[in-house]
């Protein structure tokens, strides 16, 4: 089974939330729309992946004791665990490597 993490940040205080748009890969993935995210390394507790996705996406540096476990959803093959981080998100920039471009919008 194949475990992935998926992290909506957010500061409610400004009305932002972190979004990532696909600017490559399949055909059918570019310009959509997506949260950070990816899949739990070996070993990794979910709510570490989380904040280390949330870095290589996103650029935001957190300790992971700032996220919140929302939901878990549990597919035919595979499982995802989603994270909130409500904080400053100001920092959040494009990584370079990384297949998205970032916008910090209003929520």
């Known amino acids: 089974m194949i475990h992935y993490v998926s992290v909506i940040a957010t ?43 949330l870095e290589e996406e996103a650029g935001l540096v957190i300790d992971w004791t700032e996220l919140v476990h929302a939901h878990t959803h549990v597919g035919p093959d595979y ?3 989603f994270y909130w981080y409500d904080g400053d998100v100001s920092d959040a920039c494009a990584q370079e490597g990384e297949l998205e471009k970032v916008y910090i919008g209003s929520a």
Do not use: Y
Not at 13 to 36: F, M, Q, R, W, Y
């Open 79 to 81: 499982m995802i665990d």
């Open 11 to 53: 500061n409610f205080d400004n009305d932002e939330i972190v979004l990532l748009e696909k600017l490559k890969g399949h055909p059918s993935i570019i310009g959509k729309i997506t949260v950070p995210g990816g899949k739990v390394e070996g070993d990794e507790q979910p709510i570490i992946a989380a904040a280390r996705e």
